[in-house]
């Protein structure tokens, strides 16, 4: 890299290409071609922190009547995210569940960047309502969401999914549980001591 290079992240790709010797029968040339994507960061400090936001789920349903869910992401770390991930529906009518379903391949997205990536479902899926859970992973980074929604008629955009929230991880559900067991304890003392002051009197 040129010594006077500023610090950030670039992107690239590294080209490997072999084409074959042109023929005086004929006009067609063939070129093999491989490419490596690049991601370098410049500067010190290491590399940047990754992170993602997941924001609306909006369902849908096109005029041959395949439904999908459009999820809205936004990159809130320093550095660039390919996004995958799988969407599971549960909740829906009379208690019936689908999926999980992939979300669309090859949605990167740039430090401060939105967009979107989607998940398709089969024709015959009903409307709903659904509880529909979306995990979306970047290397290390995963975000989940859950909302409730109902998908539309063949040509129409439903109402974005209400409800939205964070699922619970194994953290969150660990420090519950020990909060939890904390309060139980000092319930329990409370109640012990009561007892005694009863028992003086």
């Known amino acids: 890299m040129p010594p006077a290079a500023s610090a950030g992240e670039r992107y690239g ?7 074959s010797a042109g023929k005086t029968a004929g006009n067609v040339t063939q070129i093999h071609r491989v490419g490596v994507r690049v991601y370098l960061d410049i500067g010190p400090g290491g590399e940047p922190a990754s992170d993602f ?6 369902p849908a349903r096109s005029p041959q009547g395949e439904p999908s869910v459009t999820v809205e992401v936004a990159n809130t770390g320093g550095r660039a995210i390919d996004l995958t991930g799988k969407v599971t529906l549960t909740e829906g009518p009379a208690g019936t569940r689908a ?20 998940a398709r479902f089969p024709n015959e899926l009903p409307n709903g309502p659904w509880r529909i859970e979306v995990n979306l992973e970047s290397g290390m980074v995963k975000r989940s969401a859950s909302a409730k929604l109902t998908f539309p008629d063949p040509g129409g955009t439903g109402t974005p999914g209400t409800g939205l929230s964070r699922i619970a991880t194994g953290w969150t559900v660990g420090a519950a549980a020990v909060g939890l067991l904390v309060f139980t304890g000092l319930a329990m003392l409370a109640r012990r001591s009561r007892r ?6």
Not at 13 to 19: E, I, L
Not at 53 to 58: D, F, N, R, V, W
Not at 102 to 117: D, F, Y
């Open 99 to 118: 999926g999980p379903f992939e979300v669309t391949q090859g949605t990167t997205l740039a430090p401060g960047q939105s967009g979107q990536v989607t």
């Open 13 to 19: 790709v590294v080209w490997a290409s072999a084409t």
């Open 53 to 58: 936001t997941i924001g609306k789920l909006l």
């Open 196 to 201: 005694r002051a009863l028992a003086v009197h």
